[in-house]
């Protein structure tokens, strides 16, 4: 299905000023989901915001910048789907991004674990919202707590110019895993955007190129009442 698969162009460092400028005159809204930490959860908060926008009939550019490219393999899947709404992929490395094509009008960037460095600085220079999916561990908590620390010393975040907020992620919903995680944030003066629970739901659909959003509302009611305040949050950063 036309629209899903990576496709090439010329590529650009994120930290010439033309690369955000080419998004800025369009206003096109980024938002970049980063955590050091390995399987924390990036390509599941990244695909599932990649299809709320695309179902909000929104031209989106899902960019996969992680060697492993769990969201294009998700996009190829998508494909697959004749009724799933066109989300266009693009693979790059850490050091530089892709143009993103004439129409899109928002993107959504899966990075990688590890990145910190000028590969940190380079996303955030063409990012406008961070989200930081963080997991109830302690392991989970102090990552992203140092990501976020770095993040802080950064002219864009420090400038008000890239909000960042965390999100609780697959958190068991037979715990106190949420109150845990808000309480956490609240100490740490960290923005807590919503935390998104366990679910078999997330597993599921990613094996069909799906989201929670591609699913008839009543059928994932409780779940996507999860995602409303994270979704808000991207909204409210990107205005």
């Known amino acids: 299905m036309p629209g899903h698969a990576a496709m090439p162009a010329a590529s650009l460092d994120v930290a010439d000023p033309s690369c955000k400028a080419s998004c800025a005159s369009t206003n096109m809204p980024v ?3 980063i955590n050091r930490k390995g399987g924390s959860g990036k390509s599941t ?3 599932q915001l990649a299809g709320c926008l695309a179902n909000r009939g929104l031209q989106v550019m899902l960019g996969d910048v992680d060697r492993q490219q769990s969201s294009l393999a998700w996009l190829r899947r998508r494909g697959a789907q004749p009724a799933a709404k066109s989300i266009v992929g693009w693979a790059f490395g850490a050091n530089s991004v892709m143009r993103p094509p004439a129409g899109i009008t928002h993107v959504v960037l899966d990075t990688p674990g590890g990145l910190q460095g000028c590969d940190l600085a380079r996303i955030v220079m063409s990012a406008d919202a ?5 997991g109830d561990s302690i392991f989970d908590r102090e990552s992203a ?3 976020h620390a770095e993040l802080l010393t950064l002219p864009r975040v420090a400038a008000g110019r890239c909000k960042v907020a965390v999100v609780g992620m697959r958190l068991d919903a037979r715990t106190r895993a949420v109150a845990r995680m808000q309480a956490w944030a609240d100490q740490n003066a960290l923005v807590y955007a919503g935390s998104v629970r366990e ?4 597993p599921r659909s990613a094996d069909q ?3 929670l959003f591609d699913v008839p509302a009543a059928k994932v009611e409780a779940d996507l009442a999860q995602w409303r305040p994270v979704v808000d949050w991207v909204d409210a950063s990107w205005r």
């Open 31 to 33: 938002v970049a989901v």
């Open 199 to 202: 679910s078999q739901i997330y």
């Open 145 to 147: 707590l140092e990501c």
């Open 209 to 211: 190129g799906l989201t």
């Open 130 to 134: 961070i989200l930081i999916p963080v």
């Open 45 to 47: 908060l990244a695909t």
